[in-house]
Structures are given as structure tokens and as C-alpha cells.
């Protein structure tokens, strides 16, 4: 019997319209797992290099963490893995909501995705039984809307429904794939689901899911719980809102608009609007909250009420689901002081499936453009004038339809603010300023450079930031805070914790100040830190929001260890997990490194902090790559492959000449990109 996990992947053949039941090798969850691990090393052995992500060939993957459908408390995310038109490289989104455990339920893993469909279809996956259906009277609906017709359709109120909108099916770069309390919008998976002639995935399951050892495996969740609880009652001090409790980025629940307004500069290339927050906009906005939200809402097995059912008069969409920053990124990309602006354009991007975070960076790009005359009414005929308040609302609405529509300029920007710049020309390439390898960044600047934030932002396989940040603190605590804080830590790896400690006294003394303090191989043992964490959940399905983004989790690695030895029967100790997450790591950045990434793609957002230090940043790059066990390039060593069991991976690589006396210099402009296939 398999513990924790099934035993096999669903995979379905959209060209050939065949589907099949696989049986999967165990050794390969000692290995990496689950959820991304196993994604990846799927995309590895089968899907080439020079593979276009709008190929028949590209794979579309959806995985469930190891530990999803389990009672461990808050393990339910998809993991959705294939490769991005936006960047060309690895993408991979994650996704809370319900759908994950119900996939697990049905009996199966993974669902594995390849070829097209001549038509728009859906799939309808009831245990053993599954169906490639029609969905013609789908076609333009949104998620949400889709969501209710097909539950309608199959008379089952439970079904779990995953779904693009609009945008998914013009293969907009940036669509996202929307399941009612969450969605997987980012890199452009619901672009290749589009592009696939899949409209949505109906999952219903009623199997059962058994762990090795029940009652431990209990009593530890029971642990989890209780510290969550504790962690509810006693935040942290001295940190941000949504970093001081517990769950993901609560901004349904918590009111620190003030503190996400004044602290940065929004917008794309925007400036912080000094004056702004005032106690008349503090109540108008919490009059706007109020009103907008119905209910608190959680994910599956999970205690925390991160989202929120949302309704506003007037919408035209069906009442949707709201977490994290959405309220807030079109607020400050169009320099709105309206909050109610916020959730109106969020719902109705929603319901055509767009990127929360980098739709309304591109339509701000495209107002930049328009005011310095590199755009103009030639291409935009019908563009709405700025208000008199100086904001842009009117202006977001033409351009979010435009582009879900892929009509006239819509079409270019459909493409992203890279690929778009390219193709507008005329100097629109100097307004690319918050982009890593292609992908839009969170729409924020700051001043001066943290050196932590450098390394995950640069070098990170996501690309990312929210998806590695989290368990430091991302600026100094007050003085009088610090011993508070590092009391009971007990969330440090073994072996690190004086280190660390004594890292969170001294950060920020007046004789200990950025880009000098902290050097180079500390700030690389606080980013591996990080970074496994989020590994260790992208493959275990654990919510961020109880572990890696978290400042002192629930989840962390002496417990995280315990639960999957527990959860699978497989003896797993917290070094043996650690080196799990580096192998999955290591293979993610092997396949971007097979498709061209190189030191010089490794850079954060070029204005994202106004002081930097390129010396300094370049020793950090250099301590990191050898920290990894890489070469100067950022490409894994031939040792450090075998060290991590890849050693099938170095083959190919010296075969490629990407390893060895080989061509060492890749060039990610070859990626897909730019609108060539839509």
C-alpha cells in the first residue's frame, strides 16, 4: 500500500482524446516527493528544450503535494507546472482552494496534460471515470460563471472546477487558471490551458487517503494546530500586519491599507503619493471593505480565513473570491484613491482570468507609454482621457478589455510588458524596469538594497518574490523587540541557531549598515533558508501561509520532517529533507539553465531599490553560486549534480555543451515570446 499519496498520475492525450491511468515508481517520492518535485522531473525527461510552450508537446501538469488530502491542516495546494510564453522557462503556480485534495480523492496524483483539442473542451474526471466533454457553450465565460453552469450540468454541487476565462482562451501570457477560493495566475498557465483548447477540469473523488502511522501522524497535527493558535493570539512584534499572525496575506481580513500605501512607491514607474492616507480615507476605506465583503473564507483542512466571498452592486460578474494584494495592485497602478475602484476591476479581471499582479503592471506600462508619446491615439483610438483627480480608472477599464480581448493594442499587450516593449520600439524598452526574466515583478519600490531580497529575487527559478519570501524579517527589528523575537526560535535549522540570532541582535546597529552587513555567506545561508522552505511546501502541498512565508510558522523543518515520515512510512530525517528540497531546487534550475538562463539573467527589477550597490552584489552573487555548488555562470557543477542523485542531468548537460569545454553563454531572447503563436 502507498501512504500519503495514490500511486498514480491521470494522463490525458487532448489530440488523440485518450486518456490513461499510470502507475507511478516510489522511488521517485523518496526522491522529490511530490507537487513540484515530481512536476519538474516529469518536464525534465519529457518535454525537450527547444519545446514551445505553445506546442503540442509542452506538457500541462497538474500536482498535488505529498501530503494533500491528508488531515495535516492546510496541505491543499495544486501545484501547476509547464512552460511559460512569457518567459519561455519552467512555470509553476500554485493554487489553494479544494481542488487538490478532491484530484487525491478521485485516485490520482497528477493529471498530465498533452496535445490539443481541435475543439474547446472540458474534462470531467468522477474517480475511474473520465470524460473529454464538450464545451462550445462555455466559450467567453468566466471562471466563476463557468463554475456554476457545469455543476448545474452534472447535477453535483461538489464537483471541484478549475477554469480560464477569456483571457485563458486568446492565450493572453499573463491568464490565469481560477478555482472559486484561489487560482494559479501566474507565468501564464492558463495560457497553455487555453492554448490547449481546454476550458476547465471537473474533478469529484471519494476515495480515501491513508498515512503510515495514524495516531502520531494526528497527534502532530494536533501540535500544528495548537501553535497556530498560539502564534493567532501572540503576533509578532515589530513586523508588518500580514507577517505578525498567521496565514497568507490577509488583506481581506486586516485593514493595513495605510501601511501598503505610504511605505512604497506602486504603480509600475509611479511615485508614492506623499499625503495621501488621511483619517477621511481610513474610514472610507473600511466603509468600502465592509460593504464589499460577505464572508471570511478558507481553503480546504485550513483553520486561517485568508480570502473573502466578495460582492459589489453594479459588477456585472457573479460574486468572486479576493485575496492577498488584488484590492490594492490596480488601486495604486492606476493612482486611484478609490478602493472600491479596486475591487471592481479585480472581479471583472477575475472573471476574464488575468494575473492580479501583472495585469495591472502592463496597463500602467501602456499609460506611461500614452503620456510620453511613444504610444498615441493612433494606436489607441478611443482612449479614455485621465480623470481630473489624476487618476487612471477609466483608462484601466478600456485597457482590461482590450487585452483579454486581444483587440488592437490589447493585442501587443496581451504579451506582457517585455515582449510588448519589444514590439512597440520607439524607446519603449526603457520603461521595462520591473522585470525579471520576463515576468513581472510585485509592483513595489524601495530604497535602500536588502541583500536577501536581492539574491530571491534574482536567482530565484519563479521568479517570484511571493513565492520565497518570508521567516526574516525584511527590515531591522526595533532594538527593545530583538530579544523578544529570538526567544524560543525554534523554527532555525539545526546548527544555525546562534548564527541567526545573533544576526537578528546586531542587523541594523548604526556601525553594521547595508551593503557592508551582513556578508555574503551569512546572507546566503538566510536565502537557502527560505528557499527550502518553499520548496519543502511547493512538494508537501503546505500552504505558505503556515510555513515558508511566515515569520516563526506552525510548519517548519523539525516538524515538516516528522509529518512526512509519519504521513508516507518513508524514514525521512530533517537533513534528508533538506537535501530532497535542494534536489528539487537544483533540477528546476538545470531545466531553465537548458533553456538559456545565465548569470546575467539573475538580476531583480532594475529600479526596485532607489540605492544600490552593483560590487556588493556581485560578491553576493558569487558567494551564492558557490554556496549552491555552481559555476560562475549560475550553472550547476558536474559534482554537485551527482552529489544530489542528478547525475543524468550532468550527462545531458556536458552532452549539450552547456557543461564542460562547452558554449557556456545562453540567450533567453530564443524563448518563445513576443506574441508568435496566439
Known amino acids: 500500500m502507498r501512504y500519503a499519496e495514490t500511486g498514480y498520475n491521470l494522463e490525458i492525450d487532448l489530440t488523440r482524446g485518450s486518456f490513461d491511468k499510470i502507475?507511478?515508481?516510489?522511488?521517485?517520492?523518496?526522491?522529490?516527493?511530490?507537487?513540484?518535485?515530481?512536476?519538474?522531473?516529469?518536464?525534465?525527461?519529457?518535454?525537450?528544450?527547444?519545446?514551445?510552450?505553445?506546442?503540442?508537446?509542452?506538457?500541462?501538469?497538474?500536482?498535488?503535494?505529498?501530503?494533500?488530502?491528508?488531515?495535516?491542516?492546510?496541505?491543499?495546494?495544486?501545484?501547476?507546472?509547464?512552460?511559460?510564453?512569457?518567459?519561455?522557462?519552467?512555470?509553476?503556480?500554485?493554487?489553494?482552494?479544494?481542488?487538490?485534495?478532491?484530484l487525491k480523492f478521485a485516485g490520482y496524483d497528477k493529471l498530465i496534460i498533452r496535445g490539443?483539442?481541435?475543439?474547446?473542451?472540458?474534462?470531467?474526471?468522477?474517480?475511474?471515470?473520465?470524460?473529454?466533454?464538450?464545451?462550445?457553450?462555455?466559450?467567453?465565460?468566466?471562471?466563476?460563471?463557468?463554475?456554476?453552469?457545469?455543476?448545474?450540468?452534472?447535477?453535483?454541487?461538489?464537483?471541484?472546477?478549475?477554469?480560464?476565462?477569456?483571457?485563458?482562451?486568446?492565450?493572453?501570457?499573463?491568464?490565469?487558471?481560477?478555482?472559486?477560493?484561489?487560482?494559479?495566475?501566474?507565468?501564464?498557465?492558463?495560457?497553455?490551458?487555453?492554448?490547449?483548447?481546454?476550458?476547465?477540469?471537473?474533478?469529484?473523488?471519494?476515495?480515501?487517503?491513508?498515512?503510515?502511522?495514524?495516531?502520531?501522524?494526528?497527534?502532530?497535527?494536533?501540535?500544528?494546530?495548537?501553535?497556530?493558535?498560539?502564534?493567532?493570539?501572540?503576533?509578532?512584534?515589530?513586523?508588518?500586519?500580514?507577517?505578525?499572525?498567521?496565514?497568507?496575506?490577509?488583506?481581506?481580513?486586516?485593514?493595513?491599507?495605510?501601511?501598503?500605501?505610504?511605505?512604497?512607491?506602486?504603480?509600475?514607474?509611479?511615485?508614492?503619493?506623499?499625503?495621501?492616507?488621511?483619517?477621511?480615507?481610513?474610514?472610507?476605506?473600511?466603509?468600502?471593505?465592509?460593504?464589499?465583503?460577505?464572508?471570511?473564507?478558507?481553503?480546504?483542512?485550513?483553520?486561517?480565513?485568508?480570502g473573502a466571498l466578495i460582492s459589489y452592486p453594479g459588477l456585472g460578474t457573479p460574486t468572486y473570491m479576493m485575496k492577498c494584494y488584488s484590492k490594492l495592485t490596480y488601486v495604486m497602478g492606476a493612482m486611484s484613491n478609490d478602493l472600491e475602484f479596486g475591487y471592481k476591476i479585480a472581479g471583472q479581471a477575475q472573471e476574464y482570468g488575468m494575473d492580479g499582479y501583472t495585469n495591472p503592471q502592463v496597463m500602467a506600462f501602456a499609460v506611461e507609454l500614452y503620456e510620453n508619446g511613444i504610444l498615441t491615439d493612433k494606436d489607441m483610438p478611443g482612449f479614455p482621457p485621465r480623470a481630473p483627480d489624476g487618476s487612471d480608472e477609466e483608462r484601466f477599464f478600456w485597457l482590461v478589455k482590450k487585452i483579454a480581448h486581444r483587440e488592437g493594442i490589447g493585442d501587443v499587450l496581451a504579451n506582457g510588458v517585455y515582449w510588448a516593449a519589444r514590439q512597440i520600439g520607439k524607446g519603449a524598452e526603457e520603461y521595462d524596469h520591473n522585470t525579471t526574466k520576463k515576468h513581472e515583478q510585485m509592483v513595489i519600490k524601495l530604497g535602500m538594497l536588502n541583500p536577501i531580497y536581492y539574491l530571491l529575487y534574482g536567482t530565484g527559478e519563479k521568479a517570484n518574490i511571493t513565492q520565497i519570501e518570508g521567516q526574516i524579517p525584511q527590515v531591522p527589528l526595533p532594538k527593545d523587540l530583538r530579544e523578544e523575537f529570538v526567544t524560543n526560535w525554534i523554527q532555525i535549522p539545526t546548527g544555525k541557531e546562534e548564527r541567526f540570532k545573533q544576526f537578528m541582535m546586531e542587523w541594523g546597529d548604526e556601525d553594521k549598515v547595508f551593503p557592508y552587513y551582513p556578508p555574503p555567506d551569512l546572507v546566503c545561508d538566510l536565502v537557502e533558508w527560505q528557499e527550502i522552505m518553499h520548496y519543502i511546501d511547493d512538494a508537501t502541498?503546505?500552504?505558505?501561509?503556515?510555513?515558508?512565508?511566515?515569520?516563526?510558522?506552525?510548519?517548519?523543518?523539525?516538524?515538516?520532517?516528522?509529518?512526512?515520515?509519519?504521513?508516507?512510512?518513508?524514514?525521512?530525517?530533517?537533513?534528508?529533507?533538506?537535501?530532497?528540497?535542494?534536489?528539487n531546487r537544483t533540477l528546476l534550475r538545470a531545466i531553465n539553465v537548458r533553456r538559456g538562463v545565465r548569470r546575467k539573467d539573475d538580476e531583480p527589477p532594475v529600479d526596485h531599490w532607489k540605492r544600490r550597490f552593483p560590487d556588493y552584489e556581485a560578491k553576493l552573487k558569487d558567494e551564492y553560486y558557490k554556496f549552491k555548488g555552481w559555476n560562475s555562470d549560475g550553472i550547476p557543477t558536474e559534482e554537485t549534480l551527482d552529489r544530489l542523485g542528478l547525475d543524468y542531468v550532468a550527462k545531458d548537460l556536458k552532452e549539450s555543451g552547456i557543461l564542460g569545454d562547452g558554449k557556456t553563454e545562453g540567450a533567453l531572447e530564443t524563448s518563445s515570446g513576443g506574441g508568435s503563436e496566439k
Open 23 to 102: 502507475p507511478t515508481d516510489p522511488r521517485l517520492t523518496e526522491l522529490f516527493l511530490g507537487g513540484l518535485g515530481t512536476n519538474a522531473k516529469i518536464l525534465w525527461d519529457r518535454v525537450p528544450s527547444e519545446t514551445e510552450p505553445f506546442s503540442p508537446d509542452n506538457l500541462l501538469i497538474f500536482g498535488t503535494g505529498i501530503l494533500c488530502g491528508t488531515p495535516a491542516p492546510s496541505a491543499n495546494r495544486t501545484i501547476v507546472s509547464t512552460f511559460s510564453p512569457q518567459t519561455g522557462l519552467m512555470a509553476f503556480s500554485m493554487m489553494g482552494g479544494f481542488w487538490a485534495p478532491e
Open 116 to 306: 490539443k483539442s481541435p475543439d474547446l473542451v472540458y474534462l470531467w474526471i468522477n474517480g475511474d471515470k473520465v470524460e473529454i466533454r464538450d464545451a462550445s457553450h462555455l466559450r467567453g465565460k468566466g471562471p466563476l460563471e463557468v463554475t456554476e453552469l457545469i455543476k448545474k450540468e452534472l447535477k453535483d454541487p461538489k464537483v471541484q472546477v478549475a477554469a480560464i476565462g477569456l483571457a485563458g482562451e486568446n492565450k493572453v501570457f499573463y491568464s490565469s487558471i481560477e478555482h472559486g477560493r484561489s487560482s494559479a495566475s501566474r507565468l501564464g498557465v492558463g495560457a497553455v490551458m487555453g492554448d490547449k483548447g481546454l476550458k476547465a477540469i471537473v474533478v469529484r473523488g471519494k476515495k480515501d487517503i491513508n498515512v503510515a502511522h495514524p495516531e502520531e501522524f494526528m497527534n502532530l497535527c494536533n501540535e500544528v494546530l495548537q501553535y497556530r493558535n498560539f502564534r493567532w493570539e501572540n503576533p509578532i512584534k515589530g513586523v508588518p500586519a500580514i507577517l505578525a499572525g498567521v496565514g497568507s496575506p490577509q488583506e481581506m481580513a486586516l485593514r493595513d491599507e495605510e501601511w501598503h500605501t505610504t511605505s512604497f512607491s506602486w504603480g509600475h514607474a509611479r511615485t508614492r503619493r506623499k499625503g495621501f492616507w488621511t483619517k477621511e480615507v481610513e474610514e472610507q476605506w473600511n466603509n468600502i471593505q465592509d460593504k464589499a465583503i460577505i464572508r471570511l473564507i478558507s481553503c480546504y483542512n485550513c483553520p486561517n480565513e485568508c
Open 541 to 583: 502541498g503546505i500552504c505558505a501561509g503556515m510555513s515558508s512565508f511566515l515569520i516563526k510558522p506552525p510548519y517548519h523543518i523539525h516538524n515538516i520532517a516528522r509529518m512526512v515520515s509519519l504521513g508516507t512510512g518513508i524514514d525521512i530525517s530533517e537533513e534528508e529533507l533538506w537535501e530532497i528540497a535542494n534536489r
